[in-house]
């Protein structure tokens, strides 16, 4: 079964560092992209970016570009979102999501988002 | 950017019948084109994808249509768990660069 599981809630101060974590398994983690969306409380779905875990391209909505960080480590599945500084407007779900698409040879495109992880709570108060 | 537009915002309807919801494309994206079922308290779900294919497991009362700029997401006969926010997303990436937008969302709820 193919799956991501996220790392837990997170309650941070502003101006305060933060990675959360989402972990494939079930599938070949470095043969498709990982793409993280934001979900504002009673709001709806943001892209935010994407990360290839085989070479650790990164594509980043011009939206968030600048603002969060993307990785990967690929030795333990595992894809990565991180802030410098955490500001209140950041507090939101975060969802983590394998993306497929139509594929080639050679590769595969990322093109919708499926399955996602569970989400990450990140709550940013003083 | 593209811009994705659902409508409507609320859809209230009976257990049953049938829902058709819309989501608009402020240019074409030809057939590229997702759809994504969220409840409350989980994350989304694929439903539909390439606008017309169903995701796997997803039952056959899901149906998508369109193309280009104007899309239909059909749920010919509502149950029960059906009741939710259904977000469309367009993915037309070529050419470059990468842009993913959603629409705002359709809630569907109980009549």
């Known amino acids: 079964e193919v799956q991501l599981v996220q790392s837990g809630a997170e309650v941070k101060k502003p101006g305060e560092s933060l990675k959360i974590s989402c972990k494939g398994s079930?599938?070949?983690?470095?043969?498709?992209?990982i793409g993280w969306v934001r979900q504002m409380p009673g709001k709806g779905l943001e892209w935010m970016g994407i990360?290839?875990?085989?070479?650790?391209?990164?594509r980043y909505s011009p939206s968030f570009q600048g603002q969060v960080t993307i990785s990967a480590d690929k030795s333990i599945s595992t894809a990565y979102l991180q802030w410098s500084s955490l500001k209140a407007s950041d507090t939101a779900m975060y969802y983590c999501?394998?993306?497929?698409?139509?594929?080639?040879?050679?590769?595969?495109?990322?093109?919708?988002?499926?399955?996602w992880g569970q989400g990450t709570l990140v709550t940013v108060s003083s | 950017e593209i811009v994705m537009t659902q409508s409507p915002a609320t859809l209230s309807v009976s257990p049953g019948e049938r829902a058709t919801l819309s989501c608009r494309a402020s240019?074409?994206?030809?057939?590229?084109l997702a759809w994504y079922q969220q409840k409350p308290g989980q994350a989304p779900r694929l439903l539909i994808y390439?606008?017309?294919t169903r995701a796997t497991g997803i039952p056959a009362r899901f149906s998508g249509s369109g193309s280009g700029t104007e899309f239909t997401l059909t749920i010919s006969s509502l149950q029960s768990e059906d009741f939710a926010v259904y977000y469309c997303?367009?993915?037309?990436?070529?050419?470059?660069?990468?842009?993913?937008?959603f629409g705002q969302g359709t809630k569907l709820e109980i009549k």
């Open positions: 240019q074409s994206v030809s057939s590229n």
């Open positions: 990360i290839y875990p085989g070479d650790s391209d990164t």
């Open positions: 390439g606008a017309s």
């Open positions: 079930g599938y070949s983690f470095t043969s498709y992209w």
């Open positions: 999501a394998r993306m497929l698409g139509y594929c080639s040879s050679t590769s595969c495109h990322p093109n919708w988002f499926d399955p």
């Open positions: 997303q367009q993915y037309n990436n070529w050419p470059p660069p990468i842009m993913y937008t």
